[in-house]
């Protein structure tokens, strides 16, 4: 059974940083364009950050531009989500995501592979 496996979530104090890992299983993705997306309790899915399956673009959302980088490594097939100067709104659980394609996308809908999602939280 294909799935992405995520990790690195914890509890971080405001101002500080964490990495997050996504490993799939059952198939490699170095094909795939990746993404990040976030959800707190109540709230939508959020999109975090997007990368194309060479590495070569990326895309973040507004809320993260600035203070997030997504990076891959496709010859560890992993893909990376550095998170700094962090802040309580960044507390979410935090899922990776994998869809093929011309494109990434912005939109969760659009991605086919999902993980089980990595618990992230933000408080002093």
């Known amino acids: 059974q294909v799935q992405l496996v995520e990790s690195g979530g914890g509890l971080v104090q405001p101002g500080g940083s964490l990495r997050l890992s996504c490993a799939p299983s059952?198939?490699?993705?170095?094909?795939?364009?990746m993404g990040w997306f976030r959800q707190a309790p109540g709230k939508e899915r959020e999109f975090v950050a997007a990368?194309?399956?060479?590495?070569?673009?990326?895309d973040y959302g507004d809320s993260v531009k600035g203070r997030f980088t997504i990076s891959r490594d496709n010859a560890k097939n992993t893909v990376y989500l550095q998170m700094n100067s962090m802040k309580p709104e960044d507390t979410a659980v935090y899922y990776c995501?994998?869809?093929?394609?011309?494109?990434?996308?912005?939109?969760?809908?659009?991605?086919?592979?999902w993980g089980q999602g990595t618990q992230v939280t933000v408080s002093s």
């Open positions: 990368i194309s399956w060479s590495g070569g673009g990326t």
């Open positions: 059952g198939r490699t993705f170095s094909s795939d364009h």
């Open positions: 995501a994998a869809k093929g394609g011309a494109y990434y996308s912005r939109d969760y809908r659009r991605y086919d592979y």
